[in-house]
């Protein structure tokens, strides 16, 4: 088993944001990706509280993630008092910005803990870049790139899974990952993955 932020011998603790869940549930194969890496995952109890407040809007992202809680894939894990303090800066404006409740607290547990961080949105990303540089941040289009998941899920799941998380999780790309998403499930899929930017989707051949 490969760690994902870090060495083998040292497999890193990585905190997974509500929409990292979500796009991972899509694929169908949740577990099986996580489970290529030796790191240890978890979420915030903020996290899990937002997946289950989709189930009021007809989403079913709380069920499987119970699931990977139930097989010890992910551990809920609680904010402490210094990550209480961080995340009530991210929602309060002091900053002079607010995060939504769940990105906050997975940036605030991580700032805390000396954790790396699996975030998709855009925003969330930018100021965790900005306020919190000791923060190792991945994504989830990262984590389906990563060639552990290749040899370990092989070429044709890996393909399926970054399809289904782009077109039924509407997973965002960094631009810096497009081109090599697209190289992976080809130009003629990436048209229909609404998620993708507009240039990104009317490719003939990924640069």
Known sequence: MSSFFSSPSQPALVVLDASVLINLNATGLSQG???TFSDRFCVTPNAVEELRRGDQFGHDDARPLQALIDAKVVA???LCARALAVYETLID???GYYLDDGEAASIAFAAANEAALILDERKARR???QDFAQVSVGCTAQLLLHP???VVLG?????????RALQLGRMRVPAEHVSSVVRLIGTKVA???PSLPRQARSWTSPP
Do not use: D, F, N, T
């Open 127 to 129: 100021y965790a870049a």
């Open 93 to 95: 404006g002091s900053r």
């Open 155 to 163: 070429p044709e799941q890996q393909e399926l899974a970054m399809q």
């Open 33 to 35: 990706i996580l489970e």
């Open 148 to 150: 552990s998941v290749r």
């Open 191 to 193: 048209r229909e993955c």
């Open 76 to 78: 809920v894990w609680p």
